[in-house]
């Protein structure tokens, strides 16, 4: 089945170690998406590539990092935890953006010592 | 930037009846909404979208209204089950980007 793959599922890292989160899709879509979405609160986008044109959100803090090597990977490195980055980090495609539906992994929860 | 507000953030009801979850937004630029379920521990799922171009949508025991002039859209599930309770969350958008509402958690009650 075509899918959005998270690994890992869950992350422990201490305060400061940097940590990379990964996605992977076989839907072959063009845009990907990461988002933040800590407890009881709603997703939070972080960024998003089409293709591999880099788009940021304006209040995306610059500890957060994104690479996409190709079409089908894409990374979320946090350069140094704080235990405010404590999250739910969720990673979704499209297949343009636009009006289309935005298809979500299982997420990797990602708690900082 | 698009700001979506949603509401009730905690809905409980008896199995087999209906409930709605109202959501409005700030952005008249808009022109996609879609409604995602959360499970626990999973990511969201998409149940129901609709588009600037369409007031009504339904699918089975789930439908969705829109009032573009009034900027807000509502999310009606009929004869509740279950395996409905989880958390519904709206969303608005255009282009690339969507705005997500806070959530509601929604319990039926068997």
């Known amino acids: 089945d075509a899918m959005v793959i998270q690994n890992p599922r869950y992350q422990v890292t201490q305060f400061g170690k940097p940590v990379t989160l990964s996605c992977s899709q076989t839907?072959?879509?063009?845009?990907m998406y990461w988002y933040q979405q800590k407890s009881s609160q709603a997703p939070k986008l972080l960024f998003h590539y089409y293709d591999k044109d880099f788009n940021n959100e304006a209040d995306t803090p610059d500890n957060f990092q994104s690479r996409r090597p190709n079409t089908s990977f894409c990374f979320l490195d946090i350069r140094s935890p704080g235990l405010g980055d404590a999250a739910m980090y969720l990673c979704?495609?499209?297949?343009?953006?636009?009006?289309?539906?935005?298809?979500f992994g299982p997420g990797t929860r990602l708690t900082v010592l | 930037g698009e700001n979506v507000e949603q509401h009730p953030s905690t809905l409980s009801v008896q199995e087999g009846d209906s409930a709605v979850i109202k959501c409005t937004y700030s952005?008249?630029?808009?022109?996609?909404f879609p409604w995602y379920k959360q499970e626990l521990g999973k990511g969201p799922q998409l149940i129901i979208d609709?588009?600037?171009?369409?007031g009504e949508k339904k699918d089975q025991r789930i439908a969705v209204t829109l009032n573009k002039t009034a900027k807000h859209f509502s999310l009606h599930i009929t004869e509740t089950q279950p395996e409905d309770s989880a958390v519904y969350f709206c969303?608005?958008?255009?282009?690339?980007?969507?705005?997500f509402g806070a959530g509601t958690t929604v319990t039926v009650r068997a």
């Open positions: 609709i588009r600037s171009n369409v």
């Open positions: 969303a608005a958008g255009d282009d690339y980007k969507l705005s």
């Open positions: 952005d008249s630029a808009s022109n996609y």
């Open positions: 839907l072959n879509h063009n845009v």
């Open positions: 979704a495609t499209s297949p343009s953006g636009g009006s289309n539906e935005q298809f």
